[in-house]
């Protein structure tokens, strides 16, 4: 007899195939998600039939990573870019968007909120980061990469040969996501348009997205990382490169090879030579 999942540990499993789907990421499935929605009329579904959805989940993450999967719907389309601040005037510009945001209720993000984080940086920068949202110790402070992984990334940026000062940094979604999940397409489609209207006052010359999320409502297109890593692409009249995230990297400090090799193409478009070590 197939063993049953409490309704919640189901919930709980739906949304991890559900969250995979939303990227586009569906030929793994052995069954729709949809259709696992709906299975069984005592509300319960079996562990056959929900947890092989999951557990195929993360055998993609591990080893199909590098086939490019079309997207199952389109993401919104980008606004238009903004028309050109002059370099003065992008401090105060920002500042306008900043107090256009406000106390933001606009998505159900803000419930969990300590501080809304904005960006931090140059307004003038010629190299911006886009990651996909504030943690804990960014929640605290009001500031994007301060914790672990904000010390990884002050590490990247001093290896181009620049200061954390001289680049841009903001996120994808400007509020923490609960327990530091991925945010939730409504949420990232609600506060992405705040950050095009940020590159396009800052208008760095290159763009790195940090990690999946940034590449994927930065590119507006679904993608494995491994499809979009090691070029450039044309984005919002600057050139943008695809790395992991810094968190990432803490976790599997492999692939920091990989990423000094995505840097170095950074750098070779701005004309950056890394510093001589002392």
């Known amino acids: 007899m197939a063993q049953q999942l409490d309704p919640a540990t189901r919930e709980a499993l739906i949304a991890r195939v559900r969250f995979y789907r939303d990227l586009g990421l569906t030929e793994f499935y052995r069954r729709p998600v949809d259709e696992i929605e709906n299975v069984g009329a005592s509300g319960f579904a079996t562990l056959d039939q929900v947890s092989s959805a999951a557990s195929q989940s993360a055998l993609h993450e591990g080893i199909q990573e590098e086939q490019p999967i079309p997207p199952r719907k389109p993401l919104p389309i ?71 992984a904000g010390q990884l990334l002050n590490n990247m940026i001093s290896a181009t040969g620049l200061k954390r000062e001289e680049v841009y940094i903001a996120n994808v ?22 950050l095009f209207r940020q590159i396009d006052v800052v208008r760095p010359e290159v763009i ?56 170095q193409i950074a750098m070779r478009e701005l004309g950056l030579k890394a510093p001589a070590k002392a």
Not at 123 to 132: D, S
Not at 173 to 194: D, H, L, Q, Y
Not at 210 to 228: E, F
């Open 78 to 148: 980008a606004p238009e870019i903004g028309a050109s601040v002059p370099r003065a005037d992008r401090a105060a510009a920002l500042q306008l968007i900043r107090e256009d945001i406000g106390e933001c209720t606009r998505c159900a993000l803000h419930k969990g909120r300590n501080k809304l984080v904005f960006a931090d940086g140059s307004p003038t920068a010629r190299l911006m980061f886009v990651g996909e949202g504030p943690g804990a110790d960014e929640d605290a402070q009001g500031l994007p990469f301060v914790g672990r």
């Open 173 to 194: 979604v400007k509020c923490r996501p609960p327990g530091n999940r991925t945010p939730e397409p409504e949420e990232a489609n609600t506060c992405s348009p705040f």
């Open 208 to 263: 790195v997205a940090l990690g999946a999320t940034a590449a994927t409502y930065l590119l507006g297109q679904r993608q494995p990382l491994a499809g979009l890593r090691g070029r450039v692409h044309s984005f919002r009249a600057a050139k943008l490169i695809v790395t992991y995230h810094p968190a990432y990297l803490l976790r599997d400090p492999r692939q920091k090879k990989e990423a000094w090799a995505d840097l």
